[in-house]
Each structure stands twice: as C-alpha cells, then as structure tokens.
C-alpha cells in the first residue's frame, strides 16, 4: 500500500546538513508496524471470532472500522497536527498504536475491540503521512523520492511478512498474543524514533478547506471514486483471507504460505506497475490491471464453488490476487498528479484516503456477503472489477 504523505512538500528540515537515506530506516520500521497493525487481522480471523463468540463476518468489520476512521481522520490530523513538533508527533502516534494494540488484546468482547481498533487507526493515521515528510527532510532533494519509497516500502513488507507472521504467532501462541507482539513492536518504534530522529519543527498549517479545494478540480474528482471502488473489489476479501484460502484446499500448516504469496505478489504488482506507468501510461496498466482482477476473482470463485481443492493453484491464485489488487495506487497516483500538478502533495494525501475508505466499503461487504458463501462473495467482487474497467472507460480522457 502506498502511503506518499500530505505534508511532504512543506517539511522543513531541523538541520541543513542531509542525514542520509540510512537515518529514514527507523521510520521504514514504524511504517512496518502500522502496516502490520492494519493487515494482521486477516492472519487469525477466525480464532478470534471464535474466541469472541462472533461469525468470522462480524470480526472482519475490525478491519472495516479500523480503514474508515483512517480515511476520515488522515487530513484532519494534519491539519490539527501541523503545528507540532514533527519527532513529538510520531513518537506519540505510534505510543498510541502500542496502546490500542494492547487494548485490542486484553479486550474482553467485542465492542471494546472494535472501540481500540478505532483508537489504532488515530495513531496510524497520525503517524504514516508524517513519517514521510519527515524522511523528505532528513535527505537531500535529490534523495527525496529514494527516501519516501524506504519509508513506503515497510508498508509493502508489512503486506508481505506482517500478515503472515501473525499468522504464525496465532499458531505458536494465540490472537492476543500476536497483537501483544504488535503492540511490543510499536512500542519498540517509539523508541527508536526517539532516539535517532532529530528535532524537527512543526509545518506551516494548511486549513482543511484548502487540503479539499482539490476535490472541484474535474480530474480529481473523476479519478478519485476509481480507487474507492478498485480496492473495494481488490482488497474488500483479504480481511477473509484464512477462511477463503480454507475454500480452497488450504490447512492450517499451508494458511501462512499462502498468505505470504499474495503479499509478494502485492509487492511485486506494486513495483511492476510502477514502472509500466511511466513508460506505457496509467490507462493502459489499470486497463490490464482491473482485467487481471476480474479475472483472477472469477477463477477463484469458480475454483471454490467447484470445491477444486489443490494448493498449487491456490498458490497461484493468491499471488495473482496481490499482485492485481496493489498494481493500481501507482497509476491512480500518476493520473491525480496530471489532474492537479500544482497540488500534488494534497491529491497524493487524498487519494489514500479514498483507498482505506475503498478498503472498508469492501470489507463491510465482504463481512455480508461472506456468509452466503466464498464463491458468492468473490463473485461480487469480480462484478465490481468489471465495473472499474467501464468506469475507467468512461473517465480516461481525465489526465
């Protein structure tokens, strides 16, 4: 997932001497744990609902409350936040994550659950777009770009390895226990921030109403809905992973495995589509990108409503869903920048949290349609895939 931050353009450095790529590793780790705090539900859904005495629906909408206060809250903590210290700010959003997570483990039922994952989503929303201003600072220009895509790319590992690993923990231990492990690392991220950044100050605040003028721009408003509905097709089902890849086959000694290939299949999507777009254009990339989609959800489906229980092509499967479900924040991102090439930072911002609003629309109608059945279900988001390719026919001549 890539979170490119809203405050970027307007970092100002606390020291004029540049600090080096090596110093923005520490925020990479941080991105890494709020990466891992966002997705890790999808490891051990169905313990905890289990343990909770929920259906597996009813615990995915965690991840729902989790996505939707994220896309409401991120410009309306940056622009409550601008003022603060930029080493305070982190430092307290991720102590905040620690406590949530741990919140989130020792909670007794449901509803203080659903209660400290909203409180996650305060800490991460607060803590993603200002590490990578942040590490903007801390570099010369000329490495500003290789700095945000370090910082990124622990929100890529996190689709890779953090699912996957609280996958394991639930295995070794329990669910409680894995967020435990991801409160500890947050925690530990706290730390680490404190220690190695310097004192940064606050940025200059831009009120909400200009972080929005964006949205009368024709083009911004064009594109922007794509996402919404490109990662409500996409990604609406990974908070159902475990259950779906049981349709197909999948056990509990294979689950991890599995969930490790989509993330490198998100990973590799994300990097391969990267680059196509610069040199074949964002059109043709979320073109082939949505048809993939299409595609793959409508093999799954058939391949679950069959009962084809074969992990190879289960393993296939999940690759080419991660990888064409995060093929398109970089296309999506390169086709805002056109619409609004003066407001860049902004668009970019807005576009993220038009993709966690995407996540929580699909998530909500994942945890509907899931107990109806897992063909039914990626069959939906199938349809909604085609319908990304129709809309994104509609709006191409949007630039």
């Known amino acids: 997932m890539s979170n490119i931050p809203i405050e970027a353009r307007h970092a100002v450095p606390a020291n004029p001497t540049p600090r080096g790529l090596g110093a923005t590793l520490v925020l990479a780790l941080g991105t890494f744990a709020v990466g891992t705090d966002a997705y890790v539900v999808a490891g051990f859904l169905p313990d905890m609902a289990r343990s909770l005495d929920v259906s597996e629906g009813a615990a995915g909408q965690s991840a729902t409350v989790f996505a939707i206060t994220y896309a409401l809250l991120s410009p309306v903590l940056a622009t409550l936040t601008a003022r603060v210290p930029r080493r305070a700010l982190l430092v307290c959003a991720l102590a905040v994550l620690a406590l949530a997570n741990l919140g989130s483990a020792l909670a007794p039922g449901y509803p ?8 996650a989503a305060f800490g991460a929303a607060a803590f993603t777009p200002n590490a990578g201003a942040v590490a903007a600072s801390l570099v010369a220009p000329a490495q500003r770009a290789r700095a945000l895509a370090v910082v990124v790319g622990g929100l890529t590992l996190a689709t890779a390895l953090g699912v996957p690993l609280g996958n394991l923990a639930d295995k070794v231990l329990d669910w409680r226990a894995a967020l435990g492990l991801v409160a500890v ?22 009120p909400l109403r200009d972080r929005l003028a964006a949205l009368r721009r024709p083009g911004v408003v064009a594109v922007l809905p794509l996402t919404v509905l490109g990662l409500a097709a996409g990604y609406g089902l990974y908070a159902y992973a475990v259950p779906i890849a049981h349709a197909l086959g999948a056990g509990p000694a294979s689950e991890m495995w599995l ?8 990973v590799a999507g994300n990097l391969v589509a990267g680059a ?5 254009g964002p059109i043709r990339v979320l073109a082939v990108g949505y048809a993939a989609l299409a595609v793959t959800l409508t093999a799954f489906a058939w391949t679950a409503g069959a009962n084809i229980r074969w992990l ?15 093929f398109q924040t970089p296309a999506q991102q390169l086709r805002l920048i056109s619409a609004a090439p003066q407001e860049t930072a902004v668009v970019v911002g807005l576009n993220a949290s038009a993709l966690y609003l995407g996540i929580a629309l699909g998530t909500a109608l994942g945890g509907v349609l899931l107990p109806v059945g897992v063909p039914v279900a990626l069959a939906a988001c199938a349809g909604l895939a085609v319908l990304c390719l129709a809309y994104l026919a509609i709006t191409r001549r949007h630039r």
């Open 112 to 119: 203080l659950l659903m209660i400290t994952r909203v409180l």
């Open 185 to 206: 690392l947050c925690a530990l991220c706290a730390a680490a921030v404190r220690a190695v950044m310097p004192v940064l100050p606050g940025n200059p605040r831009v």
């Open 259 to 266: 969930l490790f290939l989509y993330g490198v299949g998100a």
């Open 276 to 280: 196509a777009a610069d040199r074949r």
């Open 312 to 326: 190879p092509l289960a393993g296939l499967l999940m690759t080419a869903w991660g990888a064409s479900t995060w």
